[in-house]
């Protein structure tokens, strides 16, 4: 059980070029997260995707796209980067969304931005 | 929105001292309380939560007490030892709610 997965581990672009994040779970987990860590915010939410098939919005999506390729998968793009994007990025699943459903981490994606 | 703040950003103890890290919410509706360890350099790990209908909860050396009215929540870390230290987060989230929202987290420093 390899829990959730992210690739790259790192990865440096150039202001302008665009990405995919990759994240998959093997817990049949229904909901998938995807964070942001800058120093001294704490993890700030991307998008979330509740269930296969759906997506929202979090507190920063902007400069972001998703999606939720089938249960397991979820990937983050973006389009065009930026240097405020240079970050560190977590994928996360939960049984369910909402309360009472622990979120398990994936190891992270250290993106720089120049 | 749910707004949680944390405090102290920083925090060293010496070995065997006990620790305490506070969090405070804004959104009355919000009725789970998790906490997250992230030690340098990996992922953010769950070490305990509790729920809107429950005062304290205690695991070995971990606890966490909730206080609905004043909308404040701490971890308690007693006889704390070097691998306790990391960053610690708190989180906020409602039951029916999408997503967690957390604080800015806490670097414990337990210091031989």
């Known amino acids: 059980n390899a829990g959730v997965t992210q690739t790259p581990k790192f990865q440096v672009l150039k202001t302008g070029q665009s990405m995919t994040l990759q994240c998959a779970q093997d817990m049949n987990h229904n909901s998938m997260y995807w964070y942001r860590q800058d120093p001294g915010m704490g993890l700030r939410l991307i998008y979330y995707?509740?269930?296969?098939?759906?997506?929202d919005k979090g507190e920063v999506p902007n400069g972001y796209n998703v999606s939720r390729l089938n249960k397991r998968e979820f990937s983050l793009r973006l389009e065009s980067a930026a240097p405020s994007q240079t970050s560190v990025y977590f994928c996360?699943?939960?049984?369910?969304?909402?309360?009472?459903?622990?979120?398990?981490f994936g190891p992270g994606t250290r993106l720089t931005v120049l | 929105g749910e707004n949680v703040e944390q405090h102290p950003s920083t925090l060293s103890v010496q070995e065997g001292d006990s620790a305490v890290i506070k969090c405070t919410y804004s959104d009355s509706a919000s009725n789970y309380f998790p906490w997250y360890k992230q030690e340098l350099g990996k992922r953010p790990q769950l070490i305990i939560d509790?729920?809107?209908?429950?005062g304290e909860k205690k695991d070995q050396r971990i606890a966490v007490t909730l206080n609905k009215t004043a909308k404040h929540f701490s971890l308690h870390i007693t006889e704390t030892q070097p691998e306790d230290s990391a960053v610690y987060f708190c989180a906020a989230s409602k039951a029916y709610g999408q997503n967690f929202v957390f604080g800015p987290g806490t670097r414990l420093s337990v210091l031989p």
């Open positions: 996360a699943s939960s049984p369910g969304a909402g309360a009472y459903n622990e979120q398990f």
């Open positions: 995707s509740a269930s296969e098939g759906t997506t």
């Open positions: 509790i729920r809107s209908n429950v």
